[in-house]
């Protein structure tokens, strides 16, 4: 067994250094009568790790039609796996070693993990990345995402001009690369906090054209569709894009819990948004979990929950309420925001 594992590590190798790439996705078709098999693996290539496998079975009534589905399902999910596993291998690298788009990714790992300092520290990186490559797309769209944490998670006196260095980022992004889903995506959020909603949902349709069938596109169609108050459409969407990629993420379950939240759907809404607190401690997330704690009737775990945040509720209710366009929904995050710190 060991001796068959080198050999098959040394063919891998040997490929991603004649194709020069870090990994290698690989599969298999078999047919059975009126069934087909399809297997799929992706690989790393320095250890020959797995980092994703998946097997579909599918009848074969319209061949064309699987073909379409496999591939965008495949699509969909080993981008945002393989960009999870970039970001853990430059994460572990000195900034003066990286390029443009690996200190992108650096600051994308960095922020996630929610914290302020992170932020500030992953700003550095971006700023850093564009003086490097002015034409470099990905590092605008990524400080557009910077300053939306700033303004939504409570760090900034200025929320709305933050908003506004943020639009401009994104706009930025786009005008670089306009198949940049992160940044149409951003474009919208950040419209929806400055109150520009003409064009969101024609953000959500070019998303739903350029992206059919992409986790993340997916999900923020949901994220701009609940932040319009379209809150049923915009779950629907949400759970879609975690069926296209079933290792979710924080983002993920953050829109869906406040998707469920917004549905006064409270008991959902905790469970959801407890699996995003075991990734990112974002204040903006975890806000809403204390409100729906409080909503779901759980007093105790509601005020450790809001006590927790490190940044006076009521500033945070009101930077978090740039998310929403419905004065109903920013009020029921403000209520039972106050409800979960024992204010009301």
């Not at 929610?114 to 605008?140: F, M, T």
């Not at 979990?289 to 209710?317: C, F, T, W």
Request: charged share 30%.
């Amino acid at each position: 067994m060991s001796k068959r594992h080198s050999l098959e590590t040394e063919s891998i190798d040997e490929i991603g250094q004649a194709l020069s790439v870090g990994y290698l996705l690989s599969g298999s078709v078999r047919i059975a009568g009126d069934r087909v098999r399809i297997s799929a693996e992706m690989l790393e290539v320095s250890s020959g790790r797995p980092h994703w496998s998946e097997r579909y079975d599918r009848s074969l009534d319209d061949p064309f039609a699987i073909q379409e589905e496999i591939s965008r399902t495949i699509v969909g999910m080993v981008e945002p796996i393989l960009h999870r596993s970039e970001m853990d291998r430059i994460s572990r690298s000195p900034p003066k070693d990286l390029l443009p788009h690996e200190l992108m990714l650096r600051a994308w790992r960095i922020s996630d993990k929610g914290y302020e300092e992170g932020n500030r520290a992953a700003q550095l990186d971006l700023e850093e990345a564009i003086q490097r490559d002015p034409q470099y797309s990905d590092a605008y769209t990524q400080l557009a995402w910077i300053f939306w944490y700033d303004a939504v998670n409570g760090w900034t006196n200025e929320p709305e001009i933050t908003l506004g260095k943020a639009l401009e980022c994104a706009e930025k992004g786009i005008s670089l690369n306009p198949k940049d889903y992160d940044a149409l995506g951003g474009q919208g959020t950040m419209m929806v906090g400055l109150g520009k909603y003409e064009a969101i949902m024609r953000i959500v349709e070019s998303l739903a054209k350029k992206f059919p069938g992409h986790a993340h596109a997916t999900m923020y169609r949901g994220a701009l569709l609940n932040s319009l108050g379209q809150h049923q459409e915009a779950l629907a969407l949400i759970q879609n894009s975690m069926e296209i990629n079933p290792e979710h993420d924080h983002w993920q379950w953050l829109h869906k819990g406040i998707c469920l939240f917004c549905l006064e759907r409270f008991v959902e809404a905790v469970d959801a948004l407890e699996e995003f607190k075991t990734m990112s401690k974002f204040p903006f997330g975890h806000l809403h979990l204390a409100a729906a704690y409080a909503a779901a009737g759980r007093r105790e775990d509601a005020r450790i929950e809001s006590n927790s945040l490190g940044v006076d509720v009521d500033k945070l209710s009101d930077c978090s309420a740039f998310y929403y366009r419905d004065p109903d929904d920013r009020e029921r995050l403000r209520t039972w925001a106050r409800k979960a710190a024992q204010r009301e």
